[in-house]
């Protein structure tokens, strides 16, 4: 398996970039999100990857971290959700929020992503909402995946939605309630009242 290159970024193809290492050019097909990131052709990349190896091709996937390398395995795992969309799903969702649309139920949200119909992605919650890591969210300080404890509870999950039925956005929704420092025993109504509040002081 090729778990990783780094190499000199060479050129930007419609699918993704090639990469240079050790004399040999290696095409990786990346989100379209990462190559916003992604250094201008000439210099040093580093990128998780995943092989595909089918009967008439050979596909190398690249990522900017292991987390969302693992993230796309979780969901190419699910019936009907092949590496192409996978990397469509990866490419309009960052991994904080695809965990998050999929703990909140939020099938609109993840089916934004082009190839991605209502029906797939509330396949994809079914599938994956007991499997989701959340301790591998990052912390809303910007400290990194698991470096802060994320509480994520029925009540979590119904102020989201709560939230979005009053015309916020699934994103904002998300972010202001994963924002307050809740303790696990509240209720959707005190999450719902420190969630107002945080919003009106924007």
């Not at 089916?111 to 990052?138: C, F, H, N, V, Y």
């Not at 400290?143 to 509480?151: F, L, M, Y």
Request: hydrophobic share 45%.
């Amino acid at each position: 398996m090729i778990y990783y290159v780094r190499g000199i970024l060479t050129e930007y193809t419609e699918e993704g970039a090639v990469l240079e290492a050790g004399g040999v050019g290696y095409h990786l097909i990346i989100p379209a999100s990462l190559r916003a990131e992604l250094p201008a052709p000439g210099e040093e990349v580093k990128l998780y990857t995943y092989y595909q190896v089918g009967e008439d091709s050979q596909k190398l996937f690249g990522f900017s971290d292991r987390d969302s390398r693992d993230l796309f395995l979780q969901l190419i795992k699910v019936s009907g959700i092949g590496p192409k969309l996978a990397v469509s799903v990866m490419g309009t969702l960052s991994p904080d929020e695809l965990r998050l649309a999929v703990v909140a139920g939020d099938a609109k949200t993840i089916a934004q992503a082009p190839g991605m119909g209502k029906k797939t992605a509330e396949k994809l919650i079914l599938e994956l909402k007991d499997k989701i890591d959340m301790t591998r969210l990052s912390a809303p300080d910007g400290r990194g995946a698991g470096s802060a404890p994320v509480i994520v509870t029925d009540a979590f999950t119904e102020a989201v939605a709560a939230l979005q039925a009053l015309g916020y956005s699934s994103s904002e929704a998300l972010k202001t309630v994963r924002s307050l420092e809740a303790e696990d025993d509240w209720t959707v109504d005190q999450i719902l009242q420190a969630a107002f509040r945080k919003l009106a002081a924007f």
